[in-house]
């Protein structure tokens, strides 16, 4: 029975992938788009037919329950997100709701009623890529929504605020979707690895041990546009300072044995014969600790500073979203742990189940601002990620199934046994 569930979730993985705003079948899915809406629809009617409740909370994720033994239980919650970056995959944060919705399908059809309620929630903006900071759902969801967001705008200059009303949310209503501590058990994330980790130890499945803590910068390098046939002497080429600043980032980042990203450059005005006079690039910073984190910051605009006072040029950074580090709770990770172990054959060697640390940013962030949490990671092939050729196995996808669904169990045995704490 496994083998076919999983087939359903890549076939709805499938079908998902489907709701982008790209041509030739790459995918591209932002928060409160047509496309967003599109997909909350069908995790409404998925979340439906596994026996749960729904609603789409004032924040625009798409949510679902189904109460314990008595209505009004605390919750355990499972989810990840539906958004995706630019030329995604089709599992990042995907898989890990339709997982969510599977386990929910088969307590449902156990009959088992759990000591807490269950939750699945789909949120709608991990990755941040129409306006810029992330976990916009999940930080709604938490309670940690800053009303500095209301005016952060698209490419196409929509705020957030014109955003929510064209999706049909009250932006004065956003603090409905904070959910409280009393009201949660824990939040078990299942996710692709993002990484080579497991595929490299020929795991299928691993429990993260903490979640990087992320910081997200707005660089701007203004120089003098010219002439190119301007001489050396009077240039002030904010392309070249620019160029010489991100393998800067790069040097310090390696050397401190952080991860830092530059994804994003614009060039102003842009043109063959034209020294550049604006130089824009973001910057995505992140590491195990924030303070190991921010001393690479600080020494990163420092270098930044030298770089443009020795090239006559001004530099202005913003930032534009910052992520504490989460370390997953001891209790969840080891409900997971169990669950992992259940599904191996007793002839399998008793190895560890791998921990690993998670450099990729999750909502199990936002979440651990109002109640435990912990993630599953599922193997996806070479830890290629954020990008079309993403992928994963069936039988991995049925073991990560068996895996969360015995672990959501293995929490309800130990709750009902100690009177109802994770
Ligand atoms: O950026 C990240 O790490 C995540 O995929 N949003
Ligand atoms: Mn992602
Ligand atoms: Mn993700």
């Known amino acids: 029975m496994t083998g076919a569930t999983a087939a359903l979730i890549l076939a709805r993985c499938d079908e998902l992938a489907t709701h982008t705003v790209l041509p030739g ?24 037919e596994a026996g749960l409740s729904i609603w789409q909370d004032a924040a625009g994720n ?8 008595v209505p009004g239980l605390p919750a355990l919650l499972l989810g990840s997100h539906l958004d995706t970056v630019p030329s995604a995959g089709r599992y990042d944060g995907i898989l890990g709701v339709l997982l969510a919705i599977a386990v929910a399908d088969r307590i449902r059809a156990s009959g ?41 705008s698209d490419a196409d200059g929509v705020t957030v605020h014109e955003a929510f009303l064209a999706f049909g949310l009250d932006p004065d209503r956003v603090g409905e979707a904070a959910r409280s501590t009393r009201d949660l058990v824990g939040y078990l994330e299942a996710h692709i690895e993002q990484g080579p980790v497991l595929d490299d130890a020929d795991e299928p499945l691993g429990v993260v041990t903490s979640i990087a803590g ?22 002030r080429d904010a392309l070249a300072g620019a160029s010489e600043a ?41 590491g195990e600790s924030d303070a190991a984190r921010d001393a690479v ?28 580090a989460a370390h997953c709770s001891a209790p969840l990770r080891a409900v997971l742990d169990r ?21 990729a940013g999750h909502d199990a962030m936002a979440v651990a601002a ?33 895996a969360l669904e015995a672990a959501v169990l293995a929490l309800a045995d130990g709750y009902a046994t100690a009177g109802g704490s994770a």
């Open 25 to 48: 079948g790459l995918i591209e899915r932002v928060y409160l788009s047509a496309q967003h809406a599109a997909v909350n629809s069908l995790a409404a009617r998925w979340m439906t």
């Open 214 to 235: 992320a910081r997200r910068f707005q660089i701007t390098i203004e120089g003098a546009a010219g002439h190119s046939g301007t001489s050396w002497s009077l240039r």
């Open 246 to 286: 991100i393998l800067a980032i790069e040097d310090i980042a390696r050397t401190a044995n952080l991860i830092a990203t530059v994804g994003h450059l614009q060039v102003f005005p842009d043109a063959v014969n034209v020294i550049a006079g604006r130089a824009e690039f973001s910057l995505d910073l992140r």
């Open 370 to 402: 109002v109640t435990d949490v912990a993630m599953l990671f599922v193997r996806c092939a070479g830890g290629v990620s954020h990008h079309p050729d993403e992928s994963v196995t069936a039988a991995d996808v049925a073991v990560a199934l068996d």
């Open 112 to 152: 088992r009623r759990l000591p807490f309620a269950l939750e699945v929630v789909a949120f709608g903006d991990e990755e941040g890529t129409r306006f810029g900071t992330t976990l916009l759902g999940s930080r709604a969801f938490s309670g940690t929504w800053q009303p500095e967001w209301w005016n952060l």
């Open 339 to 359: 669950g992992i172990r259940s599904t191996r054959t007793a002839a399998a060697a008793p190895t560890d189940v791998p921990s690993l640390f998670s450099m």
């Open 62 to 69: 798409q949510c679902g329950r189904r109460e314990g033994a």
């Open 297 to 324: 910051w600080d020494r990163i605009e420092t270098a930044l500073a030298d770089i443009c006072s020795r090239r006559q040029l001004d530099v202005h950074t913003v930032q534009t979203h910052v992520a504490p």
